[in-house]
């Protein structure tokens, strides 16, 4: 495993000029790389999209579906027999009011849970992530020279200055994973460069 510096920038232009500033540093150019993190939620682990299979403030959906299932019949039932007495209709409107009861019930049922645990779980979802989206600049360092890589960074604007293990191969850091906790270089490390 390879130790890695990152640092975040809000452009491109500024993170080659954070590289340029590495390289006149001393750094070398297969040891530097800069690449865009997109937002969270956008970095197309499935398919269809996004980062997780499952949107956590949906786990109790089916739940709340179920119960709004069960209390939208019985209320669209009671509806139906009532307009069944009042009116002298058909039978079959009040297994249509039922019908119709506890399809909108399994809706409202669905979403109110879906609010709840969405709520509970700090809405909307974070997935883990605390890493923002912009333009990263990696450099590939030894623990001799990654406080000075980092003053560089800082130096040339660079935000959220994180130090990392990692597979780095042809110049760039191959196994970077935008989901993993970034971890911030350690401040008393800072101070003393």
Not at 33 to 49: D, E, S
Not at 110 to 120: C, P, S
């Amino acid at each position: 495993m390879s130790l890695i510096v990152a640092a975040r920038f809000t452009t491109f232009p500024a993170a080659e000029e954070a590289a340029q500033k590495l390289f006149n540093a001393g750094f070398v150019e297969e040891d530097v790389t800069l690449f865009f993190v997109n937002p969270r939620g956008q970095h197309a682990r499935y398919p269809i999209g996004g980062d997780s299979a499952t949107d956590p403030g949906a786990k109790g959906a089916p739940k709340g579906a179920g119960l709004g299932v069960t209390i939208g019949a019985v209320v669209g039932a009671v509806v139906g027999v009532g307009i069944f007495a009042a009116f002298s209709a058909p039978f079959i409107v009040s297994l249509i009011a039922a019908g119709v009861g506890a399809y909108v019930g399994s809706l409202m049922g669905a979403m109110a849970r879906t609010a709840l645990d969405g709520e509970k779980n700090g809405f909307p979802p974070v997935h883990h992530e605390l890493r923002d989206s912009g333009v990263l600049v990696a450099v590939h360092v030894s623990p001799d020279n990654q406080l000075d890589a980092a003053r560089v960074l800082r130096e040339a604007g660079g935000a959220a200055i994180e130090r990392a293990s990692g597979r780095w191969q042809q110049g760039r850091w191959a196994d970077f994973d935008p989901l993993k906790e970034p971890v911030p270089l350690d401040e008393y490390s800072e101070k003393r460069a």
